[in-house]
């Protein structure tokens, strides 16, 4: 079976690609599935390109490989972008999923529904040795909920509505998010790759 490595230690991001990558008869393999421990890329970039950017082609030139990364995040007009491609740490130092969230409905407590329009951004990168790298973006609208719901993905899922519907992305199972999300139509938009040069490597 082909394989690709994906350059993430995000479980709940690697089980989307594991799908997405598992309807063309391709194995995605996380950093977290490796057998040697892989460095923890510092994203330093200001845009979620750059950031896509560091990640898959320190990984690439490490493994002497093709290698996939996600650069991702959630987008929220109402504070001007944030948390934005500081989505992972922006409750700061001995940020998690649940402290992020808070710190977001914290920051829009006084902002009504219809002002409160997100979305999420994803950027793929896709570095392979002597190649320029590619880039692919898919992003998803939606609204940022009062109160957390749901228990499915992961991130901001449980308090992102996605445009069209009355729950929490959290709400939906995985495989109708992944039928919507951002990463879904970021990877739309690798298929051609897929087709031509990932099956061919
Ligand atoms: O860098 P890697 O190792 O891939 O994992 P990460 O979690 O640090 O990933 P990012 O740097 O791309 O940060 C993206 C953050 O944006 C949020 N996010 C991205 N995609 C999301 C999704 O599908 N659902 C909910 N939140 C998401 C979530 O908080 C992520 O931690
Ligand atoms: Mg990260």
Redesign the pocket.
Known sequence: MKEIV?????K??AA?FRDFFGAYGIKALS?LDLPEEMP??E?TGTT?EE??AL?AEAISKLLNKTVL??????VIDALDGR?G?Y????SGEGAN?AK?VEKVLHELEHIAYNNRTAR?V?VLAVATPGKETIFKEGSCEGHISFQPQGKH?????PI?VPDGYVVT?AQLSGTE?NRI???KHAMDRLNEWIQQELQSL
């Open positions: 994906i350059a993430t230690k995000n709940g991001k989307e950093l923890d890329v994203e979620f950031n896509a990640k990364s996600d650069d991702s995040g959630l948390p491609v989505s992972a740490r922006y999923d992020n999420f994803s993905g992961f991130g901001y899922d992102f992305m998010k999300s951002h990463r």
